[in-house]
């Protein structure tokens, strides 16, 4: 079956485009692993984080400022995304300093306390690991200050930003 197929691509959100292209790909026989890991081509518009935290577009020029962006993770695609980089940043930073300031600086044990999801209730909970500490985690030196830093920073902001889930915020919870 080799029919051709006109599309006016104008008519189509950024995120229905993107979706069309990976479908193309796929029909063309491309690797979807191919489409992981993004990276702008020569003139492509993407999207990074300034230093005054606002989600800026620029035209990848291919130049060292693009390659040392790409390098350090942004780049993105949408400025949704970028958007959604900066809260995951500021939710992973508010439990790294709620650790720093609550952690018993003393702590000489053998057990790390670290927030975890579990899958198909959407709900945190609190994970205990025996002289181990995860990389890219932030460990707690008590079940208890674990908890409370899931109540300080918020759940709903946890599971949605750290764990990819989509869920509703509640107010009362």
């Known amino acids: 079956m080799n029919e051709q197929i006109t599309v006016n691509l104008n008519n189509l959100t950024e995120e229905e485009r993107e979706q069309f292209k990976t479908l193309v790909d796929k029909g063309r026989g491309k690797s979807s692993r191919e489409s992981c890991v993004w990276k702008p081509k020569k003139g492509e518009v993407y999207y990074y984080i300034n230093d005054c935290n606002v989600s800026i577009a620029d035209f990848w020029n291919n130049v060292y400022v693009d390659k040392d962006r790409w390098k350090i993770g942004n780049i993105f695609k949408t400025e949704k995304e970028a958007d959604f980089a900066k809260e995951k ?22 057990d790390y306390y670290y927030i975890i999801m579990n899958t198909g209730v959407k709900d945190t909970s609190v994970l205990e690991y025996w002289k181990a500490k995860v990389e890219g985690a932030t460990h707690f030196t008590s079940e208890k200050i674990a908890k409370d830093a899931i109540e300080a920073v918020g759940k709903y902001r946890i599971l949605k930003y750290l764990f990819g889930v989509d869920c509703e915020e509640e107010a009362n919870d």
């Open 89 to 110: 940043a500021k939710v992973k930073r508010e439990l790294e300093r709620y650790a720093l300031e609550h952690n018993d600086p003393d702590y000489s044990g053998n």
